[in-house]
């Protein structure tokens, strides 16, 4: 028995390798961060080095003191983790003030997390406070199709939204709140991480404009499942607009209605206009 046989680690392995075969993550792009259960911790920490030097966040991030998140490395390759997780990926505990790290598991070799760890804690921050203990998974994707429509659309939570949910009859139920739309951001920083966060208290999915998707989900199949269904969305979209600027017919606000009434979801009234 290896650490790499635990469930969350399998999972966690084969959304990467997903996310890679669905051309998601060309070189280093994209990152993916796992808050653990306290079972998991149980069940992981015989092969913990509690001892590794801590590492101080750039700022602390109140609400996640203690937590432990499995997360990618910076600069590394998402086609690289099934092969080698132990150098790709890591565990990361944060101390009680949330201002401090160390790595107790992975990332060998001087691997660090992520470039992109503040926006990944920041979010699940974000989620705890908005949404409780439920949401585990944040990650964030280089999704071709969605990357193009931030050069064709007003980048605006509406009309992206709209233009999203009108294109699978399902979209308006997998992603009842909407999307999130930020303009281009410096990445890797605190502002990246701060204007996400702010979103993420009404949104599950961010899109960072001319970059990518950031979102959040409960689980790995739930938020994996998200960014394909708006990935898969976007790239209708892409082929409508390819052929015509003008559709001949759509899913109306009426259409919208009965979804909501039919699969029990509240779709905010800024999106039935
Ligand atoms: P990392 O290699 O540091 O995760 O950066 C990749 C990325 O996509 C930054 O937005
Ligand atoms: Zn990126």
């Known amino acids: 028995m ?45 092969w913990f080095n509690q001892n590794a030097p801590l590492i101080k966040l750039d700022s602390a991030i109140p609400g996640l003191g203690g937590e432990y998140f499995l997360v990618t490395g910076s600069g590394k390759f998402f086609r690289n983790i099934e092969q080698n997780p132990n150098e790709n990926i890591g565990i990361c505990k944060l101390d009680e003030k949330g201002a401090n790290y160390r790595v107790v598991w992975g990332l060998e070799n001087d691997a660090v997390p ?34 193009a429509l931030t050069f064709l659309l007003p980048l605006d939570a509406n009309v992206f939204t709209r233009s999203l949910w009108e294109m699978i009859t399902e979209c308006s139920i997998v992603f009842p709140d909407g999307v999130g739309v930020m303009p281009w951001v410096l990445c890797g920083g605190f502002e990246i991480a701060e204007k996400s966060a702010e979103l993420m208290k009404d949104y599950d999915v961010i899109i960072w404009a001319h970059h990518g998707i950031f979102c959040a989900g409960e689980d790995f199949d739930l938020t ?40 029990n979801v509240t779709l905010p009234e800024k999106f039935l206009n």
Not at 225 to 252: H, M, N, R, Y
């Open 2 to 46: 290896n650490i790499t046989d635990l469930g969350f680690i399998k999972g966690f392995i084969r959304m990467a390798a997903d996310g890679y075969n669905k051309g998601w993550h060309e070189r280093n792009g994209g990152n993916l961060t796992y808050r653990l259960k306290k079972s998991e911790v149980e069940e992981a920490c015989s």
């Open 114 to 147: 992520t470039s992109e760890f503040p926006s990944h804690l920041m979010n699940h921050a974000a989620k705890i406070r908005a949404k409780g203990d439920s949401y585990r998974v944040v990650y964030h994707c280089h999704t071709t199709n969605i990357i």
């Open 224 to 263: 994996f499942g998200l960014a394909d269904t708006i990935e898969k969305a976007a790239e209708i979209l892409i082929k409508v607009l390819s052929i015509s600027p003008d559709k001949l017919q759509t899913i109306t606000t009426e259409n919208f209605k009965e979804l909501a009434k039919a699969f």
